[in-house]
């Protein structure tokens, strides 16, 4: 959960003795629970660690987690928080940051979109900040604060959206990262234990919390955790293969369905768009295989099921569909519903047809669905990590065990969305 997003500006501060006192002057503060304001933040975030982000920002001092200009993701050093931060050095020199802070068990790198298009409107308030300030405007000054205080609320407010997954998004979780998707990769070939997985998905990225990354499998059934009683070494006497483990017993699919409610739809009210569109989704399914699907394009439906104003019009149009010229406005008002129409159309979620009048028409061309697998193909991959003789991917008989028990209770199962 976002705790709050808090501005600063920093300043020098020379003495008339020629020392430096270098402060982070507040600009706007916006938190999150009332218990925190502009006096007390400090158990929040402490001056410390905005120095050492400051630095991070303008020198490099601590290793670059992601790579984008002017934006820096991590965990805090005196609280027990982590923070996308945001950084600005206006024509003049004057700098400014941007933090939003997150509990431990947040998964910022799901808002760093939000967090990201929220720097790209700082940039001009706060060109027109420094502006203002220069020319001494109170008035204008006033209004620019009153910008960027609802600036910031509005990003908390997306944030908020996002937070709430539902089980779709969840999914979408999974094949919207790489980390999760490497999981996948490995439990689709054997069990595994959590130690073992735990140091493979460190070398993609040394700050990852497995158990965060493990969260959406887990919620959605697709996985069991248990734990293994080791067997001993007959040479040196050391127990091994002993500890938690984790099976796959459900596979996962993103896959597209026709959308039926709209086709039901439109044959009984016998809608004229009928055949246009029952066309344009015989043209689609004719040549779509979810088993074949790209990695690429899976990855880019999971993006936007976790964009929230293109999941909701995804959600709206599950019913529906509208004129070209009359789109309900259900969009955050930063949403450009032009390039939100395009990067759907992009990954053919809707069609636009054509009407005998000429009158273009946004429909659902296809509605996304997840494709629960029972991990048949897992039998044969047991059996032949057991017999493995090499130590790198060898399985006992105790875990062989349990991952085939684990197959056969959990196989009657539903994964309901």
């Given amino acids: 959960m976002i705790q709050g997003i808090l501005t600063f500006q920093f300043k020098i501060n020379q003495k008339e003795t020629g020392e430096i006192e270098p402060e982070f002057a507040p600009i706007q503060l916006i938190f999150r629970e009332e218990r925190f304001d502009e006096d007390n933040f400090s158990e929040l975030l402490n001056d410390n660690d905005l120095f050492a982000i400051f630095y991070q920002h303008t020198t490099g001092l601590f290793g670059v987690k992601y790579s984008y200009s002017n934006f820096y993701a991590g965990r805090l050093k005196e609280t027990p928080f982590q923070v996308i931060s945001y950084f600005k050095q206006v024509a003049d020199g004057t700098q400014y940051l941007a933090m939003s802070i997150f509990e431990l068990d947040d998964e910022i790198e799901i808002f760093e979109d939000l967090i990201k298009d ?168 004719s040549n779509y295989d979810p088993y074949t699907q790209s990695t690429e394009e ?67 061309l296809t509605e996304i669905k997840p494709l629960i697998i029972f991990p048949e193909y897992l039998l044969p991959k047991i059996r032949e990590a057991y017999k493995n003789e090499d130590d790198d991917g060898r399985i006992t008989f105790e875990i062989a065990k349990k991952a085939l028990s684990l197959l056969e209770i959990t196989y009657p199962e539903k994964v309901k969305f």
């Fill in 298 to 364: 899976t990855k880019k439906i999971a993006s936007i099921l976790l964009s929230p104003d293109a999941y909701d019009f995804f959600v709206l149009m599950r019913h529906n569909h509208y004129p070209l010229d009359k789109i309900p406005k259900i969009f955050s008002e930063f949403a450009v519903t032009e390039i939100l129409l395009d990067d759907l159309k992009d990954i053919n979620i809707i069609t636009e047809i054509t009407d005998e009048n000429e009158r273009k028409w946004i429909c659902l």
């Fill in 118 to 285: 929220m720097g790209n409107r700082l940039d001009t308030i706060f060109d027109k900040l420094t502006r203002a300030k220069s020319s001494k405007q109170v008035s204008l000054i006033e209004n620019i604060n009153i910008r960027l205080k609802n600036e910031i609320k509005f990003t908390i407010f997306q944030v908020d959206r996002l937070s709430n997954l539902d089980k779709l998004q969840k999914v979408a979780l999974i094949y919207n990262s790489e980390e999760r998707m490497k999981i996948l990769e490995i439990l689709r070939e054997r069990p595994i234990a959590k130690k073992e997985l735990k140091s493979i998905i460190e070398k993609m990225s040394a700050t990852v919390n497995i158990d965060i990354l493990l969260q959406p499998f887990l919620e959605l059934n697709l996985i069991r955790r248990d734990w293994i009683k080791g067997e001993k070494d007959k040479k040196t006497g050391e127990i091994q293969h002993q500890g938690e483990y984790l099976f796959l017993v459900k596979d996962i699919l993103i896959a597209r369905i026709p959308n039926e409610n709209l086709l039901n739809h439109f044959k009984e009210t016998k809608n004229e768009l009928l055949p246009f569109y029952r066309q344009k989704v015989v043209d689609y399914f």
